[in-house]
């Protein structure tokens, strides 16, 4: 054993020996290239016997010295401290991960807290524990209102379970609907509008779904959508749109899996009511470009712009419970037909730009006026049928189609602004203007009167997408051309909006 002993001994002794000579090596290797005294005896020895130049080459190769020293221990440097930040971040991560693990024990530990009490819940209402999580809540009746996931839409139905579609007996016609409107709210709520205003209007209801009153604030836009509702007996339901709004549950609301009951806002309750009668209802989506338009009405829009009505559903719940409302199947709801929805738009910098996917299924109507006092005749509110007025709708464009000089001289007009603009507009928008101008004429307007306001707010508006230096010489021929093909000064509203661009350059 002693033999092995001192084998070990120098064997060992032979590795560590080579081990320390490295390390006093690289000592004295460091120690050597910064012993200044050793270099200064160089120097001694060769300066008596070195030349002007070379005293430059030397001044040259002591600085390209220092600079290689100063690198090296540069690149030490940020070695060492890169392995430190290294060495940080894994620390850092480590507790992380530690911080991670002790969140996932508190989530475990509240899912068992809220075991415990649905438990303590289901006991109460003498159920098997089993049985607290089917679809169906309870199905006793005494507790039919209570447990139905959709409280305010199951009060709806107990207050229509009876409810029979009243035939009013209407009998007047769009021209008297346009005076009998401006006639309510100038007389029963000082709101005064043009008669021109009111054309605008229900032509717009007859073309789409939305309406978009634009225009500077304290115009009256609000209360233009205010007094239709006032006007039909049935007061708008006002959603104002906040900020925050992000996607659709701030219209519809959502389910809420914690209490197991849907958080069912006033929109959701209007449209669910306007579904059992034949009445016109109303919702205001007041300041809408508050927030983006896209991010909360997206599924609205593509809803709507769906030919068969029959598709206008919407899914609220992704299953069925037997106390859902009568009018929820399999968790959708359809949205009726009688509904319209009219945005409010201030153009400020507290708003965001309304997009073209929004204007293109939307009728813009511009209100920057405020409508001279006139003296009205006093007329009260009117129940209108939505059948009636959707009648009177489809007369008047089987009545007033757009001529078809009208739509040539349009179709020249669209060839022009391809041409020498580069924007071409779709199906959708001369569909649009197909129903908005024979209404707008059934309400005592004209022909070239509804078709300017229509170009003027659906197409020309898309010239504000471009370079407005870059078109400036572009728009007094564009004038001329307006001119020539419709009639000298016919297309005021498309001329004025020209030349207000114009200015703008």
């Known amino acids: 054993m002693e033999t092995f002993t001192r084998f070990l001994y120098e064997f ?75 060495r940080k971040q894994a620390i850092n991560q480590d507790e992380l991960m530690a911080e991670v693990a002790s969140l996932n024990g508190q989530v475990a530990s509240l899912v068992k807290e809220k075991e415990e009490i649905l438990a303590m819940k289901v006991s109460q209402l003498g159920l098997k524990p089993e049985e ?17 996931r959709f409280a305010k839409l199951s009060t709806i139905d ?39 205003m009111m054309r605008l209007f229900i032509a717009a209801l007859a073309s789409t779904k939305l309406v978009i009153l634009q225009g500077i604030s304290g115009t009256g836009k609000t209360s233009l959508a205010y007094a239709w509702g006032k006007f039909l007996k049935h007061d708008s339901c006002v959603a104002s749109v906040q900020p925050s709004w992000r996607d659709r549950t701030e219209l519809f609301g959502y389910f809420n899996e914690f209490t197991k009951k849907f958080n069912e806002t006033d929109v959701l309750k209007e449209i669910y009511m306007a579904g059992y009668t034949d009445d016109v209802y109303t919702i205001i989506l007041d300041e809408m470009n508050i927030s983006r338009v896209e991010y909360y009405f997206a599924e609205m829009l593509s809803i709507l712009e769906m030919p068969n009505k029959d598709e206008w559903v919407i899914e609220l719940v992704p299953n069925s419970w037997k106390s859902d409302p009568s009018h929820v199947k399999g968790g959708k709801l359809k949205i009726p037909a009688n509904l319209w929805y009219i945005g409010t738009i201030n153009n400020d910098d507290s708003t965001f730009m309304v997009t073209d996917k929004v204007y293109d299924r939307a009728m813009p109507i511009d209100i920057n006026d405020k409508g001279k006092v006139f003296e009205p005749i006093d007329t009260e509110a009117q129940d209108i049928n939505y059948s009636y007025l959707a009648k009177l709708f489809d007369a008047a464009m089987q009545e007033n189609p757009v001529s078809q000089d009208t739509l040539d001289k349009i179709e020249k007009m ?17 569909s649009h203007m197909k129903k908005f101008v024979p209404v707008y004429v059934a309400c005592g307007g004209d022909e070239i009167g509804g078709v300017d306001y229509f170009i003027a707010k659906k197409i020309l508006r898309k010239f504000e997408q471009l370079n407005i230096a870059y078109i400036r010489n572009e728009i007094d021929p564009y004038i001329d051309f307006l001119d020539k093909t419709f009639g000298k000064n016919r297309m005021k509203e498309c001329i004025e909006y020209l030349l207000r661009l114009k200015k703008l350059t």
């Open 12 to 86: 060992l002794a032979q590795f560590f020996s080579g081990l320390i000579t490295i390390v006093k090596g690289i000592g004295n290797g460091i120690k050597q290239i910064f012993d200044i005294n050793s270099y200064q005896t160089v120097l001694n020895a060769y300066k008596d016997d070195l030349t002007m130049p070379e005293w430059i080459l030397v001044g040259i190769a002591i600085f390209l010295l220092i600079v290689f020293i100063l690198l090296v221990v540069g690149l030490i440097y940020l070695l060492i401290r890169k392995y430190l930040r290294f």
């Open 132 to 148: 607290s999580n089917t679809e169906e809540p309870g199905e006793t009746e005494n507790q039919v209102n209570s447990d139905s």
């Open 158 to 196: 107990e207050e229509y379970k009876n409810y029979k579609i009243r035939n009013y007996g209407n009998s007047f016609t769009l021209v008297e609907l346009c005076e009998n409107f401006r006639n309510f709210a100038a007389s029963k709520l000082r709101l005064y509008y043009t008669i021109d």
């Open 414 to 430: 669209d060839d022009y602004v391809i041409q020498h603009f580069r924007i071409a507009f779709g199906n959708r928008i001369v």
